[in-house]
């Protein structure tokens, strides 16, 4: 059956419709994408997950392996925020009991001296700020390979 509309048009029409720096229209003109090969560019990248399954969300709303990677991506983020926040505040005690006794670990004692702030505050600081950025590390190490895939899927069908 010949349906009453052409869905090149259409997919013409509206790439045509977003503006020159969408980098989805830069696919459908011909940009041909290659994963970063720099530890700098594949830092970058991952923190680009979210974006990109949104976008891919946006082209790809019947596809269930999207819409699963999502759920699971905003759970596993909770997950991850909830044990990040359970280590700092057992951390938090583990600091507050050592300094009752006098006990100060010397963490980054120069950065004290620049700063002007006390040793426990940095870190509680420390305590507080490490685990979420290495949960949110291993967030985006674990969705990496799986993101890329379906990226490559995406601009694939565009070019």
Same mark, same amino acid.
């Given at each position: 059956?010949?349906?009453?509309? %052409? %869905? ?5 029409? =509206?790439?045509?419709?977003?503006? @020159?720096? @969408? !980098? ?5 003109? *011909? ?9 700098? /560019?594949?830092?970058?990248? *991952? +923190?680009? #997950? ?6 891919? *969300? ?21 997950? =991850? +925020?909830?044990?990040?926040?359970? #280590? ?13 006794? /006098?006990? $100060?670990?010397? !963490?980054?004692?120069?950065? /004290?001296?620049?700063? /002007? ?6 870190? =509680?600081?420390?305590?507080? !700020?490490?685990?979420? $950025? ?20 995406? !601009?694939?069908?565009?070019?």
């Amino acid at each position: 059956m010949i349906l009453p509309h %052409n %869905n090149r048009q259409l997919a013409r029409q =509206y790439f045509e419709s977003l503006p @020159d720096t @969408d !980098v989805s229209k830069q696919y459908y003109e *011909g940009l041909k994408y290659e994963t970063p090969k720099t530890l700098f /560019g594949r830092l970058l990248n *991952g +923190l680009n #997950i979210t974006n990109k399954l949104e976008t891919l *969300g946006k082209f790809y709303t019947y596809q269930k392996t999207i819409r699963a990677t999502q759920l699971e991506l905003k759970e596993d983020r909770l997950d =991850y +925020l909830r044990n990040s926040a359970l #280590i700092a505040a057992a951390s938090w005690f583990a600091i507050y009991q050592f300094a009752r006794k /006098g006990i $100060v670990f010397p !963490v980054l004692r120069e950065y /004290g001296k620049i700063l /002007g702030t006390h040793r426990i505050f940095r870190q =509680y600081m420390y305590a507080l !700020v490490v685990p979420a $950025v290495a949960s949110e590390a291993l967030l985006n190490q674990k969705y990496y390979t799986h993101t890329e895939h379906l990226w490559h899927i995406h !601009v694939n069908r565009l070019n």
